[in-house]
């Protein structure tokens, strides 16, 4: 049985397919069983979990030979869905329980600059692949660059295509790699069925390396329509980011990683990448403009 944490989120719900795909038993957590529906649903096991909840962790686990850690609370922020609350001490209650039991695998979805905690959302990732590495269970830790279907489609695409100003903190021209969710998706079950990848972390990355604006200009031209754009300059970012930490924390994360995008002028290229996808951010937008694509909505985005 392979549970999957977060199982309705733009990662999650990949991972899920693709396991069915193989034939394999699947169980899914969210805080939304209605949200799980599609081709292939019906034969999944739901279980409704919280990653601000404990009670539900041990039950879930029961007959688990792989858990994947998918939940996340960056993307959109919240005050209570943090990546403190979610992928701190949610995740790490979950690992604790995990190592208490028969599970054979644990598969943590960190994030790209976590080994150098670039950010505080780094650190966060950072400080839970310590305590995975740590716990006793077999792990396997994976480092993906930003996955348009977030930063690009549910950041930029949605407002674009609803006709709202698209938000940047400062130029947006700082060039970062992309790689799509379908393509971490397609690593997670690779690694899930390779021992080898025990004790391994992983730094995963894409074919393309282009800067937000970049983005927005083939979500432009997908579409048909111009965006209104409307840059924050550094100044009122690090304003908003102080403001943020006060009252609104889930937003303070976000912010601080912009921050931390523009301090360094985007993020270096990672040449001995541990797998690179081969999915085009320009392939992402064109299925997603021409309906093949779903957005997550804002809620399962959270968590799943």
């Known amino acids: 049985m392979n549970l999957v944490v977060g199982a309705s989120g733009v990662l999650g719900s990949r991972v899920v397919a693709r396991l069915l795909e193989r034939g394999e038993r699947v169980r899914a957590v969210t805080r939304d069983p209605a949200r799980l529906s599609g081709p292939g649903w019906s034969d999944v096991e739901t279980v409704r979990g919280d990653m601000l909840e404990r009670d539900w962790m041990p039950a879930a686990l029961e007959g688990v030979r792989h858990v994947v850690i998918a939940a ?3 993307v959109p922020p ?3 869905n943090t990546p403190a609350a979610v992928d701190g001490d949610g995740a790490r209650a979950l690992i604790d329980a995990a190592a208490s039991g028969a599970v054979r ?4 979805m960190s994030v790209a600059g976590a080994e150098r905690e670039a950010n505080a959302f780094a650190r966060v990732k950072r400080a839970t692949e310590r305590h995975l590495m740590a716990s006793g ?3 396997t830790v994976l480092r993906p660059s930003a996955f348009p279907e977030n930063h690009a489609l549910l950041l930029m695409g949605e407002p674009l295509r609803a006709g709202k100003p698209v938000p940047f903190f400062g130029k947006g021209t700082e060039a970062i790699n992309w790689v799509s969710a379908d393509d971490v998706a397609e ?3 690779r690694v899930l069925a390779d021992e080898s990848t025990v004790g391994t972390v992983r730094e995963v990355r ?5 800067s937000r604006r970049d983005a927005l200009e083939l979500l432009e031209r997908h579409l048909g329509v111009s965006a209104k754009r409307q840059h924050l300059p550094l100044p009122l970012v690090k304003v908003v980011h102080a403001g943020a930490r006060l009252f609104h924390p889930g937003v303070a994360y976000l912010v601080g990683m912009a921050l931390d995008e523009i301090a360094r ?3 270096p290229e990672v040449e001995d990448a541990t797998w690179r996808g081969t999915t085009r951010v320009e392939d992402v937008i064109a299925r997603w403009a021409d309906g093949a694509v779903a957005t997550a909505d804002p809620e399962s985005a959270r968590q799943g």
């Open 137 to 139: 269970v077999p792990w």
């Open 72 to 74: 996340h609370g960056l």
């Open 206 to 210: 894409g074919p393309d390396r282009m």
């Open 78 to 80: 919240s005050r209570r």
């Open 187 to 189: 690593d997670v079950v």
């Open 105 to 108: 695998r644990v598969v943590y």
């Open 265 to 267: 002028g985007g993020d």
